[in-house]
């Protein structure tokens, strides 16, 4: 007997070793960023569904990139800017018990160049008055169609009712309206993540740069920091909130997906495995194929999802010694002079390098794709740009020439921007999307489901989650 007793216990003790913990939850939420980040708390705390929230990086906040200078102390932020104030946006900082304030402006000496070439261009942004009045004229001939696409495709109108000018190629759209001279600030600001942005649809534009940025920029809206001007503040505070229930460091496997339910075998970055047992599955990372893999996506969603084709946004800060201080430099094709605004860089590029300011030597700089590029290619590209500027003279060679290009930060932000072709959208793309809502007890949001705004995807998880719970 005692012999029989002690095998039980040595085989008890033996198995809780080796068998992963599992967890039980009303919802899983797959990504911590902006869109996952939010329904988590809301579900936890005003649906009271006990989640888990299952995130890769080893922090919260998605594109929120907020780095430590170690030789002045201060914080820049690399990635996510500053906040819209649409919908819960301003009520959701206060709830989470972080302050906020007016963003602070750098204002930059700006400089235009070729980085194909390295040569610098003549090149003169349209008057500071034309400029505000094309943008104007872009809000009025955009704001009938906001309804359509804002929070999220919710009211998308049937195939044979889309408005004609939301499938147009957005220079089509720019020439139709006479808003060439809003061109430029559309693609510095935002647009550039579109990839080729005069090529793109005109939905799709408005999805990286809407009429809400348009009135924030005419004065009619408005858009916000944490007073601490640290923007991962937010994501911090909403990690305490949520505190075990955010399993970081972690990524699915393997996934049985179920209208009953499902079972997610994950493992965590220091080899831990766990499985997860969840009523509902709220998928809120980007449906490209990478991310799909452990999914066992079945043939309607993986139909769905081929369709998409998306571009990828790098974000970094670099040092060197010959760029210039309190200046941008900013990547613009040779063909742009003097005001070709429609002349835009073609993907795979550079967008420019931008002093951080605040006494500092730092430099953000930004990568756009038009597919997968990796962490090296992207660098390699600034190194070769920058190499370029320096070769023609446009930037100063430095006292030391073997001076090296320093990456103090960077962060490969992946798939953005998920498009369909208009051929799709007519043949109702946005249809067979909105139709995956619910399908195999699962639930979509992120920015392949409505646009690529952090306060905007709030309130489409507003509207996704009574859905989600009816
Ligand atoms: C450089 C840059 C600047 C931007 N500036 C602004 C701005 O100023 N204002 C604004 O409103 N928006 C800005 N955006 C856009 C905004 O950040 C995005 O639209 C928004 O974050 C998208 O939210 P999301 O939930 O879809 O995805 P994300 O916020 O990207 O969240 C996805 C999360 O899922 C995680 N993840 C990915 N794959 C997996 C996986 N397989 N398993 C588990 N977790 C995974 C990621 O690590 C990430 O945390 C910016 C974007 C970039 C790239
Ligand atoms: C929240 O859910 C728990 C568990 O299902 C339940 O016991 C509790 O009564 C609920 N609370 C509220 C306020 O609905
Ligand atoms: C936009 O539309 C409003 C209302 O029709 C009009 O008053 C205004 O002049 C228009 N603005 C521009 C810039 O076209
Ligand atoms: C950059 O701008 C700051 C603030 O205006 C100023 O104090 C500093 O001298 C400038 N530095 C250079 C190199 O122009």
Known sequence: MRIFGSLIV?????????????????????????????????????????????????RLGGHVDTYKDPKTGNWYDFGVQN?????????????????VGAPGRNVLASRYADFTTGAGVNFTPPANADRVAALGRFLNATAPYEQYFLPGYWNWPAPDKIPEDLLLPFSDFVEKYDIRDSVNQVFQVTG??????????????????????????????????????????LYEAIQTRL????????????????????????????????????????????????????????????SVFSKFKFSTVQAGI??????????????????????????????????????????????RVLVVGAGVVTVQQA????????????????????ADPAALLEFRAWADHGGMHMHASAKELRDGFVQKLYALQGRRGTWWTGGAFSVQFQSILWAYDDVLLPKMLA
């Open 10 to 58: 040595s085989t008890v003790c033996v198995a809780a070793t080796w068998l992963p913990e599992v967890i039980t939850r009303d919802v899983a939420i797959i990504g911590g960023g902006a869109s996952g980040a939010y329904a988590a708390v809301r579900l936890k705390e005003d649906f009271n569904k006990s989640i888990v929230l299952v995130e890769k990086a080893n």
């Open 83 to 99: 906040w819209n104030d649409y919908g819960p946006a301003k009520a959701f900082f206060d709830r989470m018990g972080v302050p």
């Open 192 to 233: 550039m993540g579109v990839g080729d942005m005069s090529n793109a649809l005109t939905l799709y534009v408005l999805g990286a740069f809407g009429p809400p940025m348009m009135r924030a920029f005419l004065g009619q809206g408005a858009s916000f920091t944490p007073d601490t001007r640290r923007n991962i503040a």
């Open 243 to 302: 505190g075990a229930n955010v399993l970081l460091s972690t990524v699915v496997t393997s996934s049985i997906r179920t209208n009953l339910g499902h079972t997610l075998y994950t493992k965590s970055a220091d080899g831990k495995a766990r499985i997860i047992i969840a009523r509902k599955l709220l998928m809120a990372i980007e449906p490209t194929p990478a991310n799909m893999e452990p999914f066992s996506l079945d043939q309607a969603e993986q």
């Open 318 to 363: 670099v040092a060197h010694p010959s760029l210039p201080i309190n200046g941008t430099i900013i990547n613009t094709p040779a063909a742009a002079a003097p005001n070709n605004y429609l002349v835009l860089p073609k993907p795979d590029f550079v967008v420019r390098f931008d002093h951080m300011g605040g006494g500092s030597d730092l430099f």
């Open 379 to 398: 660098q390699d590209m600034v190194r070769q740009d920058l190499a370029r500027l320096i070769a023609a003279g446009t930037l100063p060679a430095t």
